[in-house]
Structure formats: C-alpha cells, structure tokens
Nanobody
Framework: QVQLVESGGGSVQAGGSLRLSCAASAYTNRFYCWAWFRQAPGKEREGVATITGDGRTSYADSVKGRFTISRDAAKNTLYLQMNSLKPEDTAMYYC?????????????WGQGTQVTVSS
C-alpha cells in the first residue's frame, strides 16, 4: 500500500520560508514522477513543482525562483523548499506520485499540509 505523509506546513509572514516534507512508503522508490500541488479555498488545484526519477524538475511560473523541489531517495522523502513566501501562496499543499512516465496524472496522494502566509 502506497502511503504519502506531508509535514512542515504552518503560518508565516510574507517573505518568510517553509520547507515541506513528504514521507513515502519504502517501495515507492521505483516511482518516476513526484510532484507538489496546492489548492486554495475556492480555487482549483494547481501543480506547483515536479521532479522525475532522473532529477528533472519543473515549476509553475508563479513559484519559479522561489520554490525548490527535491527528493532524497535514500530517505524516501520528497521536499519543497519555499522561500520569499507571498500571501497568494496560502493553500493546502499535497504531494503526489505515480509509476507512469508522463507525469500528467497521479494515482497516489498525501492528505495535505496547510500553508498560511500573512501580509
């Protein structure tokens, strides 16, 4: 059974930083696509960042230069370092993973961690 557990969310002031973690089940090591998504109240879920098994990363335009996605395969953990946070970054953040190679759909999701940025 695949399990993803996010942590690291919280409340910060604009300009601050947070690092989100996503602890994954051990047998997810062979999964290729890993991603962070977020959903703010009243808005659709949006992709924030993606990292593949061979280390390729991609970011939403809204977070480029501020957020960094990384993964420690030895620890089965996905990270999202968020710097220069803005009030519009306030959302529930979810990690996701999938066996597929396209990184367009994700079968496995965590329960989410809340990030609140005050001005």
């Amino acid at each position: 059974q695949v399990q993803l557990v996010e942590s690291g969310g919280g409340s910060v002031q604009a300009g601050g930083s947070l690092r989100l973690s996503c602890a994954a089940s051990a047998y997810t090591n062979r999964f290729y696509c890993w991603a962070w998504f977020r959903q703010a109240p009243g808005k659709e879920r949006e992709g924030v960042a993606t990292i593949t098994g061979d280390g390729r990363t991609s970011y939403a335009d809204s977070v480029k230069g501020r957020f960094t996605i990384s993964r420690d395969a030895a620890k089965n953990t996905l990270y999202l370092q968020m710097n220069s946070l803005k009030p519009e970054d306030t959302a529930m953040y979810y990690c996701a993973t999938d066996l597929g190679w396209a990184c367009t759909t994700y079968a496995y999701w965590g329960q989410g961690t809340q990030v609140t940025v005050s001005s």
